[in-house]
DNA sequence: CGCATGGTTGAATTATTGTTCAACTACATT
DNA sequence: AATGTAGTTGAACAATAATTCAACCATGCG
């Protein structure tokens, strides 16, 4: 997936700020873990599911009628989310109930609302 | 893209949580905005961009080399996330030096990044 | 047990998205 | 004006990811 030749179609021109960045950056598979983060909270099937959960614990069906889509599709989704850590799921006789897993998750889903908000202001 | 039919393959279980969920559900086109910032955020290419931006000012050259990426490739991203104004531009003679927009968004990175921090100390 | 219902799974399909390539614009220098 | 460098763009291609479909597992109840 990765390339080690070297691919860049130019020279640099600030080699100094270019250097100091490069030696601050963080390790790249940390940033790819963000990114894969973030992944998780960028589809709206997804995120509508964590909206929901985060007002109550729900299971599949009921997750299904509230949005309209299939079993199939929204246990997809969960399984994401579950792999993701980003969500917690308890069996309860027939029923498996899903919650969010993750106080961290419900901040930073409050703090990209504000964001958009501002953003619609303006 | 949406169908108004029902695709729904199931019974609602609790009906009542469903419905006092339905009532509090955001307009559906904000948590699509929602999502839509989170995908800017949630590809490797743009977080690295972003957390170098946030770093230092730089030119589409400079990130391209220290992506090790073409410029094109570089230019495209860039697009995306001035479309999203996640990023401002401003043009210095031949070069065109790209920076962070919006305070908002290096919280947001931070946050992930504690996130993943944690995460990955358990 | 046998059947109905809730939920999961994998493979196929479809949609979306990232990168490449080649052509192009903008500015600067001669 | 002509050339070179920085940057952008659109179309084509390649890679990912979401949804569908059909088959399957798990639990509860007759």
């Known amino acids: 997936m990765k390339k080690d030749e070297i691919v860049c179609d130019c020279d640099v021109i600030h080699a100094d700020v270019v250097e100091s960045v490069r030696q601050r950056m963080p390790d790249e598979n940390e940033l790819c873990d963000l990114s894969d983060f973030f992944k998780v ?20 069906c009921d997750l299904a009628v509230l949005l309209n889509m299939t079993k199939s599709a929204i246990s997809h989704q969960l399984r994401a989310l579950r792999e993701a850590t980003l969500v917690k ?5 027939k029923n498996v ?26």
């Open 41 to 60: 909270l960028g589809d709206s099937t997804r995120a509508r599911i964590l909206w929901a959960l985060d007002e109550s614990e729900m299971c599949v």
């Open 89 to 93: 799921n308890r069996r309860d006789g």
């Open 97 to 122: 109930f899903y919650s969010i897993a993750d106080d961290h998750v419900k901040q930073i889903i409050e703090k990209g609302l504000e964001h958009i908000r501002e953003q619609k202001q303006e």
